[in-house]
C-alpha cells in the first residue's frame, strides 16, 4: 500500500504540474471593458477580467452606479436582503468589495442575495488581472451550499489602483457610473458560429459530471437545430493526458493510460484498484471523437449529441443494480440504434494496446495548446466561442447568449431573439412597446427588447412598434374589424374593413363618408331624388325616393319613368298578338298543302314502279307523267 500510494502521489503531482503550468503559462484572462461615465476626472475606460461564474450580458451591457458598502466590505457576511435592490427607474447599484478572506462564489452570493445587480471585485494587490474561478468543491456557508450554479450576476475583477480611485470618488460623495459592456467579449466576425466543447465523458466526479450531464440534455436540441441550419459549427474535444516516461510502465500509468502511456485520463474514483480506470474513460473520449468523425464526414453532426445523451441515459457507470454499463459493448448499442457504423468506428480507434500514436488523439491534444487568442484548454468543461474562452456558467440559456454574441447582428437565428433567453425588459410596462387585441410588439432578446409588431397565425401586424401595430392582409378583419369602423343597424351589418383590400386601409361603404376609422351616413336626399314631384327620404346606409304615382324611380339614373300598363302599349300588344296569329295561320295552311302534294307524289310513284311488273290502268298515264316533270 504504501509504494502504491507513493506512486500515485507522484503521479497526480506530475498531472497537478502540467496544469498549473498550462494556467500560469497560457491561460488567457478574458477582460472587458468597463466604462466609467461620470465623474468627468475618472472619465474612461477601465480593464475588468469576467469571472468564470455568474452569467455575463454577452453581446449586451449594463449601467449602473458603483456603491461600495459600509461595511462587510469584503462580502464574506451576508448582507441584509434587499438592501442593494433598486425600485423600478432607479439605476442598478453595481458593487464593489474588496477581494480577500473568502472565496470569490461567496461574495458574489451574498450580493446576488442583498439584490446587487452586478459585483466589481477590488484586487488587494497591484498585479495583472486573473481569472475569477469557483472553487472545486461546493463550499457550504451558514448551513447552505453555494455552487456556481447559484450565481447569476456578472462578477468583474478590477485593478487595485482603479479601485481605489473609485473609493475616493464615492467618499467625496460623488455619483460614480458605470458601463460593463460585454458586446466585444465573443467576436462575431460572420454568419456562422464556430465553438467547441471541452469535455469529459466521465460520469462519476460529482458536480461538474453532473452538470456536463445536464448541459448535453438541455442544449441538445437547440445545438442541433442551430447545425442543421447551418448557423454552427460545433466541435467536441477531450482533454487527454500523457504519462511521464519514467512511469509508463507503473500500474497507474497502465491502468489510466492508453496507447503505452500517451493519452491519459483521471480515475473516474481517484482509487486506482477499484471500479473503473481511467483508461476506461480514455476510451469512451475516443468513441466519441470518432463517431463524430464519422457522422461529421456524412454531413449530420448534430446526431452526435443523440449519442452522447443516449450514452449517459443507457450507459452510466452506475447502472440499476449497481450494474456497470459504462463499455464497449453498451456503446454499440447505442451506436446501432442511431445507424452510426460499428466497425468504422472500431477501426477508427485502433488498438488500444499498440506502442503508436492515435491520429485523432493526438491532434486532441495538439489542440489542446493555446494560441494567441486563446489559452491552454486545461479546465473542464471548457467551452470555445469564435476562439474565445467563454465565461460563464455551462447552462442553456447562458451559453445560448454566449452563441447568439458570435453573430454578427441581423445574421442571427431566430432561437437567439426568442423568448428562451429573455432579458424580461417586457415585464414592465411592456417594455414601451405597442400592446393591444391581445398581443404585443415586446420581445424579448439576448441584445435587449425590442418593439417589433408581431405576427400570429392569423393576422401580421405593421406598424412601428412603438405606437401603433395595424392588423394586415387577410384576415385582418377579424381582429377587431381590422382597426376600421363597424356599426350594426335594425340587424344589417355595416363595415369600413374589406380583406379583399389587403394592406390595413379602411374604407367607408357605400352610402357612408368618412376615413375609415369614422364613418357617417350620407344624406343622399341633398343630392339625390330632387326629379320634381319626387319624395326623398333618408334612411341609415341608404335612401327612398318615391315618384309621382303613375312613375318609377330609376336609382342608376337619378330619375322617374312612367310605369308600364298605358293604352298605347296596350295597343301594341293587340298588333303584335294579331300579326303573330296571321303569321301562325299562313304557316299551317303551307304545310297542309306540302303534306299534300308528298302524299300525291308518293302515289304516284308507287304506281310508275307498280306498272313495270302489271298492267295498269291505262286511262292515266298523263297524271303520273306530268307529275314526274313537275318534281
Ligand atoms: C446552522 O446549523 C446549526 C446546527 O444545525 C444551527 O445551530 C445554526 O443556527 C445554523 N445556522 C444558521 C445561520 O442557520
Ligand atoms: C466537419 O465537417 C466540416 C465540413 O464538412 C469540416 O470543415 C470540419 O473540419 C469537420 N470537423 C471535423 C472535426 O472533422
Ligand atoms: C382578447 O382576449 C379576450 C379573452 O380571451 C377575448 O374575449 C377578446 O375577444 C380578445 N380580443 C381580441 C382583439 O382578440
Known sequence: M????????????????????????????????????????????????????????????????????????????????????VTPGEMPNVVLVDRGSCYFTTKAYHLQLGGASAVLVMDNKEEELITMDAPDATITDENRTISEEDITIPTVLIRMQDGNKIKEALRQKQLVSVVLDWTESITNPDQRVEYELWTNSNDKCGDKCNMIKNFVTEFRGIAQNLEKGKYTQFTPHFITWYCPLTYVDTHQCQSQCINHGRYCAPDPEQDFTTGYDGKDVVMENLRRLCIFKQLNDSGKPWKWWDYVYDFSVRCPMDGPNGQQLYNQACSEEVMKSLDVDVANVAACVGDKDADKDNDILKREQEAQVGNDERGDVTILPTLIINNAQYRGKLEKNAVLKGICAGFKEETEPSVCLGGDIETNECQANNGGCWEGYNVTACRDTFRGRICECPTTPEVTYVGDGFKDCKPSGPGRCRV?????????????????????LGGTGCKCPIGFDGDGKQCEDIDECKTMCRCSGCKCKNTYGSFECTCASDQLYMQEHDTCIRKVGSSATRTLWITITILLSVFAFVGMAAYAVYKYRLRSYMDSEIRAIMAQYMPLDQGEPGHSNRMDSEL
Not at 57 to 66: A, D, I, L, N
Not at 480 to 500: H, I, L, V, Y
Open 2 to 85: 504504501g509504494r502504491g500510494f507513493q506512486m500515485l502521489l507522484a503521479l497526480v503531482i506530475v498531472m497537478v504540474g502540467l496544469f498549473v503550468e498550462g494556467v500560469n503559462g497560457r491561460f488567457v484572462v478574458e477582460d472587458n471593458t468597463i466604462k466609467i461615465t461620470s465623474p468627468q476626472d475618472l472619465k474612461g475606460s477601465y480593464k475588468g477580467a469576467l469571472a468564470n461564474f455568474g452569467v455575463p450580458q454577452y453581446g449586451g451591457s449594463m449601467s449602473g452606479q458603483v456603491v461600495y458598502p459600509a461595511s462587510n466590505q469584503e462580502a464574506c457576511n451576508e448582507f441584509t436582503a434587499g438592501q442593494f435592490k
Open 480 to 500: 377587431d374589424n381590422g382597426g376600421c369602423w363597424q356599426e350594426e343597424r335594425d340587424g344589417r351589418r355595416f363595415t369600413a374593413c374589406d380583406d379583399s
